[in-house]
């Protein structure tokens, strides 16, 4: 056997034992990720010293025959004060329209929410919430009005009792619209 043999036999022989160390490891590897898995799913999905209890807050709305439009801004700000927020937060509420709809009527709710400071007691801008309280012509009017709300920019449907408040989407609508600014050059 020549020299050149030789190598070739060499370097088949070490392929040979990097391509069992991978596949060994390869196994190894996919024998654990199973394991981990099935642990996992045999695991209860809330440990209770890590769960945090929250009660989603609501507030008893109007029945549809007693609302009327500045009864809606006092339950909104009234639905608002069981949110969770910085105490720095200001806000105002504006009634914009009602909307005639074939088995109901909507009025529509503005919500602006800004940071004043004392260093920049006019802020660079501002979020919106908009409210919408409905009045069924089909449900008894004894029944409560439904209501719903969505951030400006966003069109996921929020109702109250059932979607937690965070006051992370105000910053981020801020955030957005200020980076916004900073980046037009007129």
């Given at each position: 056997?020549d020299?050149?043999?030789?190598?070739?036999?060499e370097?088949?022989?070490?392929a040979?034992?990097?391509?069992?160390t991978?596949i060994?490891n390869?196994?190894?590897y996919?024998?654990?990720?199973q394991?981990?898995q099935q642990?996992?799913l045999?695991?209860p999905?809330t440990?209770?010293e890590?769960?945090?209890s929250?009660?989603?807050?609501?507030?008893n709305?109007?029945s549809?025959e007693?609302?009327?439009v500045?009864?809606?801004?006092q339950?909104?700000?009234?639905y608002?004060?069981?949110?969770e927020?910085h105490?720095s937060?200001l806000?105002?509420t504006?009634f914009?329209?009602?909307?005639?709809l074939e088995?109901?009527?909507?009025y529509?709710?503005?919500?602006n929410?800004?940071l004043?400071t004392?260093r920049k007691?006019i802020?660079r801008?501002?979020?919106?919430?908009?409210?919408i309280?409905e009045?069924?012509?089909?449900?008894?009017?004894?029944?409560?009005?439904?209501v719903?709300?969505?951030?400006?920019?966003?069109?996921l449907?929020?109702?109250p009792?059932t979607?937690?408040?965070?006051?992370?989407?105000?910053k981020?609508?801020i955030e957005?619209?200020i980076?916004?600014m900073?980046s037009?050059?007129f």
């Amino acid at each position: 056997m020549d020299e050149e043999e030789a190598i070739v036999m060499e370097i088949n022989e070490k392929a040979g034992q990097i391509v069992e160390t991978a596949i060994h490891n390869a196994v190894e590897y996919l024998e654990n990720l199973q394991m981990r898995q099935q642990m996992a799913l045999e695991e209860p999905r809330t440990c209770p010293e890590k769960e945090q209890s929250y009660a989603i807050k609501n507030i008893n709305w109007t029945s549809c025959e007693e609302f009327t439009v500045n009864n809606g801004i006092q339950q909104i700000e009234d639905y608002i004060s069981t949110w969770e927020f910085h105490e720095s937060w200001l806000h105002c509420t504006d009634f914009l329209h009602e909307e005639e709809l074939e088995f109901c009527k909507r009025y529509h709710y503005r919500m602006n929410w800004s940071l004043p400071t004392c260093r920049k007691p006019i802020p660079r801008a501002i979020a919106s919430i908009y409210f919408i309280i409905e009045i069924s012509k089909v449900k008894p009017c004894t029944f409560p009005v439904e209501v719903f709300f969505y951030l400006e920019s966003n069109r996921l449907e929020h109702r109250p009792g059932t979607t937690r408040f965070r006051e992370k989407w105000l910053k981020d609508i801020i955030e957005t619209k200020i980076n916004l600014m900073e980046s037009i050059f007129f």
